[in-house]
Structures are given as C-alpha cells and as structure tokens.
C-alpha cells in the first residue's frame, strides 16, 4: 500500500469536484477554503514497516488557527496586496513563515475573484434560460407557421427573415455557454503550462564507420543511456500546485536544520571516527513525513560534511541562489541547471524567503557514468541565530511521467559567519538513486560518496572560494620569473581560464544532451566521439569539431598522475602534437594553497617552424575529491591582449585535458579513508579537434581513424611514462 505524502495532501487546494454541477459551485464556505491553507501531517509508517493489524489513522489537516485567519482577514479589507515588509511583520506577528501569508494573500484574492465570477455565472445563466425559452417559442412558431395567401405550410422563402434571426440567436447562445465553460474550466481542472525546450542540444550527424579499421558495426548513436530528458520537457508548477511547494519547502528546510545538527542515534560513525553514516531507519522515524517512501529500484545516498571556506556568507547565499553564478562555480558537478520559476525573491533586499523552481543536471567527469537529473524547489531562509540556510527537495510528484531514476531529500547547507571574512559552511546531501547503469570500474568511487556526496561539494567549494580569493588579491610579489602582477591582466587571464574549464567539463560527461559514438573493435580502451558545427561565436574557432574521450584505470596514486600530467618539463612525454619540443612556461598565476592549483602559459619551442609561436593556456587545479589538468592551444596576438587587460570573451578556445579520479574511498589497516593519492586512478583523457574549418563541411572517415589514433597513443605513453615512474 503506498503511503500518502505531502503532495497528495494538498490536492484539495483551488480544486472543485469534477462532478460538481456548476449550480453548487457557489456553496464552498469561506471557512473551509481557509482552513485548508495549511499542510496535512501525514503519521502514519510508510512502506512494508506498517503494521497490518493496525488501522490507518486518519489524516489530521494543520490548519491555520481562528485567531490567525481573523487577523488576515481583517488585514485583507484594508489592503488585499501587501507588499513584503508588511507580509513580514505580519507573519512575525501571527508566528507563520512570510510565504505562508504571501500564499494565503494570493488564495484569498483567487477566492474573491472566483465568487465575483460564480455571481456572473449565475446572472448569465439566467439570460440563457430567457434566451433558450425565447429559442423554443421562435421553433415552435415556425412549425405552426402557414401561408398568409393559399393557407398551407410556409414556404423556406418566405420565411428567410425569420430563420436568419433564429441563426442569430443560436450563435449568441453557443458564445455565451462556450465563456461559461472556459470560466468553470478553470475551478475545475489543473491545466499544466508548457515551458520550452531547453536549446542546448544540437543535432548531430550520424558517423559512418562501416569501413576501415573498425568492423562492419563499430557504434551505436543516440542518447548514451536513453530516458527522457527531463531539463528539455519540464512544466511550470500551476498556482494550485503553489501553495504545497511553500509548505513542502518549509518542511525540507526544518529537516535539513536537524540533518546538519544532529548526531547519533541519527548519524553513526564509523569505527575509526573517519566518515559517518545515515540510519534509514531512525531517519523514517525522525522525519515519518518527507516526499514519500523510497520507490523500489532506488538506493540512499547519504553523507554530510563541514569545513571553513574564505568567502563572506552572503557572497556563498548568493552564489547558491543564482543559478549562472551555482552553474559556474560548481561546473564539474552541475553539467546543466536553469531556474524555472521565481516564486519569492525574498525580503528587505536580500535572499531571505527566496523560494525559485529549478532543473539541474548533475555529473561525474567521464562519459562512463550517467548523469542525475532532478526537478526541484530552492528555498533559502535566514534564521534568528545569525545562521544562513539553502536547502533543495524534489517536486517530482507534481510532474506526471514515468517513475524517476534519482530525486532529492532534502539536502543543502547551512551557512554561519566567521570572523575576516570566512564562513563555517555544514553540507547535507540525501538522494535515492538508480545506479544500475555506472560502469564497473567507477562504481566504487560512486559508492564511496566521493562522486556525488557531500565532500565532492564542500572540496570543490573550498578550492574555489580560493581561487576566486586569489583573482581579487593586490598584494602579489614581483620577485618570480613569469608571476602575472598587473590586476588587470590577472582579471583577463582567469577569466579565459575560467571558461576553457566549464567548456571541458561540460564536454566530457555523458549528459543527455550528448550523443556519443563508440569506437570498438580494437581490443582497447572504448573511445568515444561526438562532433559539433561551431558557427558564429566568438569564443570558439569555427567549423566542425570533433570531441573524442576515453576513460580507463591505472594502478599509480592521483597525486602521482596529476603531478605528471601537469608539469611542463615532462609534456614531451605525453603531449604529440608538441613533437617532443620543448616546452617553457611563460606566466603563472596561483590560485590556492595547494602548488598544483595554479593557470600558466606555455610556450612549445618545437623544431618545426609554423609551431614555434604556438601558446598554450593551461589550468591545473586538485582537491581530496579530484584533479584536472585543462589546456588549449591560443593564438599569440590574443594572449598579448589578454594580458593587457583585454577582453578574454573574444579568443577562440578548443580545450582538451585529463580528470584524474580516485578509484574509491581507499582504506588502510585502521579502516580511515586517506587522501586523494593512496590508490589507483581513473582517468579521463578528452580532446577537442578542429577537423575542418568550414561549418558545412562532411566529417570523413579519415578524421575520425586520426582522432582515434591520437587518443589511443597518448593513452599509451601516459601508462607507460607513470607506469615507470611508480616503479
């Protein structure tokens, strides 16, 4: 038997029985449209923990006290459209969230309306009934009508005056109970809006590999691990559905409060006191409401982690609450995301209250790992203490479809001010999820929460609130050889950098909006390719590119992959195109503590002329969670500008580069998990290649078996360069 949840108990707001006949419309009481402003509390055990011998208890509704609906009531014949500093005071006043009073202002105001327009109904019924009497009487004369001259039946002639008349009328008729309908419609049913199709997805030509080196059938085009696509067929939530998303809000924001809070017996560590982990079962007893039990096929991930970032609170509350700047900062987590509807910007000016319906799009940087797609509510509240809260929850119960394969408990952060500038910040993240279709050899990594828990969030938080600290330093040395001190070129120069990184990693993964060919019948490593047109954006080179990338598994610690990959005196090892030149670098620019977090410039001194003012921008940057090395060739003239403080948005970028990854939480006698670099790793190498620079052009057999080659070989000298070295 499935458990009711909060979704189903608010299907009573703004709706009418379809059965109603349109003459009781106007017998809803007042009193009972208010009381069910509130939320039901559901107790009862959810799933197979109910007990069959005993009975269901019977909803119990929350509902909004007399005192609390007087006191709006009277507020709403002054003024039926506060702004927010009076729903605030309010709301203090009567001890409800602001939004709760915004939503009872909102439904009161649709009640009025809906009563103005129930008295119009009733008169216009009346003027029909006049009319269809008056209908009856005008048929009734003709059938009895007879010639004024011979005294038989009228002729249709003679009475052509008449019969246009009765057209008339009828036609009249047909308009004034078609208004009616569309009126009554509208307290009837819940129509969903449309929202438009996300533009992201590009067509992409089909690759004919049935020749050559390949096999007879050497790939499979389409969406890598299928299902619909939930950021590019999404519905706006109805006003109906509005009041349920500000009450299930409310309620994910007081759980993720005791999620960050509580200890055992809700949280257990282990035995080593490393990581700590969620009891399901004091979980349902703790929060016995949530979104539902957990549908069959899905598996919890739960996991919750704390560490001091260098950023205000309010700079982090805004990066969370605007999805370009969330987007940005988090770009090897959040392939895509878009805020679908604002409900609540907030009050007094800042992101108290804010409430917005968004889509996001989450991944791992390989195409061998399916992304997670999720619909859900934001809200971000301020609370008494000084302490600031984001808190997500799915809505995928307001969105009929086929059953979903993740959603999200409620997960988010809490946000506490420290002193010069720093914040505490304590992450929560509690999803169910199908992982059924992650490859093998990145399943450890996914069940260690190292892909998508909690401490992949806060590690890639801390290395960017230092690397957006480092962009806004004045202080830097001049004594190094290279080190960029003019503010204006650093500026330049880590904003291209910035976008050279959210291009690769949104590039490399296995999002829905990709369409990956493999290449098999090698006896290698699968590589995968997929191309694009590049037409008329600045920030690209144009015509056809070619993405290809390949994951695999060495046996050599991260940190000794990461070190290898991004240090310059060993590039000729690994890099092709570089033709064993060597390779100097130019400018450097830190960006955190760890010497590995840093942007350079190469220079590849190559034997061969047309390459020997060739650069190379390069970012390096690496946290407990994972490491990349980003690079991409640029043009020279473009660089000088950059440096002076130049525009970056106008130099044209093909990044290609390297994700290095921990195979899993690596244990050691004790049973802790050690830091990134005491096992294996899984690698990603992804290039990006212009193949022919006219956007019209065909893609041929031959790019793809060069593309194919190349991957393959620096795969082969990147094994056994590390492979020596780890020796």
């Not at 309010?90 to 009640?111: A, C, D, H, I």
């Not at 080190?483 to 950098?497: D, F, H, N, Q």
């Not at 000729?572 to 064993?580: A, H, K, R, T």
């Not at 991957?711 to 020796?727: F, L, W």
Request: hydrophobic letters at 35%; aromatic letters at 6%.
């Amino acid at each position: 038997m499935f458990q009711p949840n909060m979704f189903d108990s608010h299907h009573h707001l703004l709706d009418v029985p379809h059965k109603t006949p349109e003459s009781e419309m106007g017998k809803i009481r007042d009193e009972e449209f208010e009381s069910k402003s509130g939320t039901e509390n559901m107790d009862a055990p959810s799933g197979d923990d109910q007990d069959p011998n005993q009975r269901p208890k019977k909803k119990r509704y929350h509902r909004h006290t007399q005192h609390q609906i007087q006191e709006m009531e009277a507020f709403f014949k002054e003024c039926p459209h506060p702004d927010d500093k009076q729903r605030k005071e309010l709301s203090r006043e009567l001890g409800l969230e602001p939004l709760q009073v915004k939503f009872w202002f909102q439904n009161k105001r649709t009640q009025m309306k809906a009563q103005h327009e129930r008295h119009e109904n009733s008169n216009l019924r009346a003027d029909n009934e006049k009319l269809r009497a008056e209908n009856i009487r005008y048929k009734e004369a003709l059938s009895n009508a007879t010639c004024p001259h011979c005294g038989g039946p009228a002729s249709i002639g003679e009475m052509s005056f008449d019969e246009q008349h009765l057209r008339i009328e009828n036609a009249r008729l047909r308009d004034e109970i078609d208004r009616i309908s569309g009126i009554a419609a509208k307290y009837v049913g819940k129509p969903m809006v449309s929202y438009p199709h996300l533009s992201t997805h590009t067509s992409s030509r089909s690759l004919d590999l049935g020749v050559g080196n390949f096999g007879a059938q050497s790939g499979i085009v389409g969406d890598m691990y299928g299902g619909g696509d939930l950021l590019r067929s999404v519905s706006l939530p109805t006003e109906a559905d509005k009041p349920m998303i500000v009450e299930l809000a409310v309620a994910a924001m007081e759980e993720l409060i005791r999620m960050a809070q509580a200890g055992e017996p809700l949280w257990i560590p282990t035995s080593d006191n490393s990581t700590e982990i969620l009891s399901e079962d004091e979980y349902l007893r703790t929060f016995p409401r949530g979104i539902g039990p957990k549908p069959l096929g899905l598996k919890s991930e739960a996991s919750r982690e704390t560490a001091v970032v260098i950023m205000n609170h309010i700079s982090l509350v805004e990066i969370l609450m605007d999805v370009n700047q969330w987007s940005s900062v988090f770009s090897g987590i959040v392939s895509r995301a878009m805020t679908l509807e604002v409900l609540s910007t907030g009050v007094a000016g800042n992101y108290n209250g804010a409430l917005q319906v968004m889509t996001a799009e989450f991944q791992v940087p390989s195409p061998l790992v399916p992304t997670r797609e999720n619909y859900f509510v934001r809200y971000c509240k301020h609370h008494p203490d000084g302490t600031w809260a984001v808190v997500d929850v799915s809505l995928d119960n307001l969105r009929p479809g086929p059953i979903t394969r993740n959603r999200r408990r409620p997960s988010g952060c809490l946000i506490q001010e420290l002193p010069n500038g720093y914040s505490k910040v304590i992450w929560v993240e509690h999803v169910e999820v199908d992982d059924r279709a992650v490859h093998n050899i990145y399943r450890p990594l996914v069940n260690s929460g190292l892909a998508f828990g909690a401490k992949r969030w806060v590690a890639t938080l801390d290395r960017q609130c230092e690397r957006l600290a480092s962009a806004m330093a004045s202080n830097i040395p001049a004594g190094d050889v290279g080190v960029i001190t003019s503010p204006e070129g650093r500026k330049s120069m880590l904003k291209l950098a910035e976008r050279m990184v959210m291009s690769f990693c949104a590039g490399v993964g296995a999002s829905t909006t990709h369409t990956w060919t493999t290449l098999s019948g090698s006896g290698a490593d699968d590589v995968r390719v997929m191309t694009r047109k590049s037409m008329d954006d600045p920030g690209r080179p144009p015509g056809i590119v070619l993405s290809a990338a390949t994951s695999f598994w060495i046996p050599v610690p991260p940190k000794r992959v990461f070190d290898f990959l991004r240090a310059e005196n060993s590039r000729s090892e690994w890099d092709i195109l570089s033709n064993g030149g060597l390779v100097q670098e130019m400018a450097h620019i830190a960006n955190g503590r760890d010497p590995g977090n840093c942007v350079s410039l190469l220079r590849v001194n190559s034997a061969n002329s047309s390459q020997s003012n060739m650069l190379i921008l390069q970012e390096s940057c690496t946290d407990p969670t994972g490491s990349y090395v980003i690079y991409a060739p640029v043009d020279i003239v473009a660089m000088n500008v950059v440096l002076s403080g130049g525009d970056p948005d106008y130099v044209a970028l093909l990044p290609s580069g390297f994700a290095i990854l921990p195979d899993g939480a690596v244990l050691h006698g004790g049973g802790g998990i050690l830091d990134v670099g005491s096992g294996g790793s899984l690698l990603t190498v992804a290039f990006q290649i212009l193949v022919d620079s006219a956007p019209t052009a065909k893609l041929s057999l031959g790019s793809v078996a060069t593309v194919n080659s190349l991957i393959k070989c620096t795969v082969e000298r990147i094994k056994a360069a590390v492979s020596c070295e780890n020796t």
